[in-house]
């Protein structure tokens, strides 16, 4: 039996420490198992795997490797993979490749978001011809070094103060999208429009959830 004060005190301070520890290691187990979850789940998005494939496919893992953490760990199914695409995933990287729409992109090195447009070009399939890619490609570098955009058409100084906000989206594209190219007589972004206007609806998506 401990009775010293300095005992109970080492008794609890080493029962939290295996507390803790405990809790660190089912962290970074369920870390480990969520990842392994979202690398199957992007595999099934980028070779259009369907959903119902999923269904006791945590169990036939379970089997495969039983030994692994993670895939005992794994809990799949149709829905529940409907709804990390549509509810989770998809947003997220709908926002993260939309962001190349935004004025602050044009402030970026055009080797660097070209890439970005090339891909939002490849997901917007239905609303664009993939014949348009080079002429897409080649009006995002003319727009990354064209000096007629203002900057009054993305930004506005608040009254009184020295902060800069970003105005509305919409009305910045309005204005960019209002150019002409006089050598060719027609909207100098015509191509490149198609893919700002899509832009945004992306977080809705193209597809159905379920398939």
């Known amino acids: 039996m401990i009775s010293t004060a300095n005992g109970d005190r080492g ?3 080493d029962k939290t420490t295996a507390n803790s520890s405990s809790m660190t290691q089912w962290n970074f187990n369920e ?3 969520i990842s392994a979850e979202i690398l199957y789940i992007l595999h099934a998005a980028v070779n259009n795997i369907s ?3 999923f269904d006791g496919i945590s ?3 379970s089997r495969m490797f039983p030994k692994g953490e993670e895939a005992k760990g794994m809990k799949l199914s149709s829905r529940k993979v409907a709804y990390e695409i549509s ?3 998809g947003p997220y990287f709908s926002a993260k490749i939309s962001m190349s729409v935004t004025p602050v992109a044009r402030k970026e090195p055009v080797n ?13 399939s239905r609303c664009v011809q993939q014949e348009e890619m080079d002429k897409i490609l080649g009006e995002w570098r ?9 900057e009054e058409w993305s930004v506005e100084k608040q009254p009184d103060e020295d902060v800069l906000q970003w105005k509305n989206i919409d009305a910045y594209w309005g204005n960019i999208l209002c150019l002409n190219d006089i050598n060719v007589g027609k909207k100098r972004y ?9 832009a945004p609806c992306l977080s809705h998506g193209q597809a159905p959830v379920e398939r």
């Open 190 to 198: 015509y191509h490149l429009s198609k893919i700002v206007k899509a």
């Open 11 to 13: 008794l609890c301070l």
């Open 142 to 150: 003319i727009y990354a070094s064209h000096e007629e955009i203002k």
């Open 87 to 89: 509810h989770g995933l």
């Open 59 to 61: 169990q036939l893992f």
């Open 112 to 124: 660097k978001t070209i890439g970005v447009v090339k891909r939002l070009t490849k997901m917007l």
């Open 31 to 33: 870390e480990k198992i």
């Open 51 to 53: 959903f119902s494939s």
